[in-house]
């Protein structure tokens, strides 16, 4: 079964307040799509640490010398 018949079958059995309220579903639906533009492809990031131009240092795991008193 297609889409189309599937809606069309569950149509069929509904009382006429939810109908209209399909309708303006669907209208409302067509005003705000418009077929004429294309999707634009979703930006694809490289994740952490991927910008250009930064370095991460050798040591970056290392503790920081600021919190020596905190350490055990």
Avoid: C, N
Avoid at 40 to 69: C, M, N, T, W
């Amino acid at each position: 079964m297609t889409i189309q018949q599937l809606i069309i079958s569950e149509v069929a059995h509904q009382p006429e307040p939810l109908l209209r309220e399909l309708w303006h579903y669907l209208k409302f639906l067509k005003s705000t799509s418009d077929e004429t533009t294309p999707v634009s492809q979703p930006v694809i990031r490289k994740g952490y640490g991927s910008v250009p131009g930064i370095v991460l240092a050798d040591d970056f795991d290392s503790p920081l010398a600021e919190f020596a008193d905190y350490r055990p």
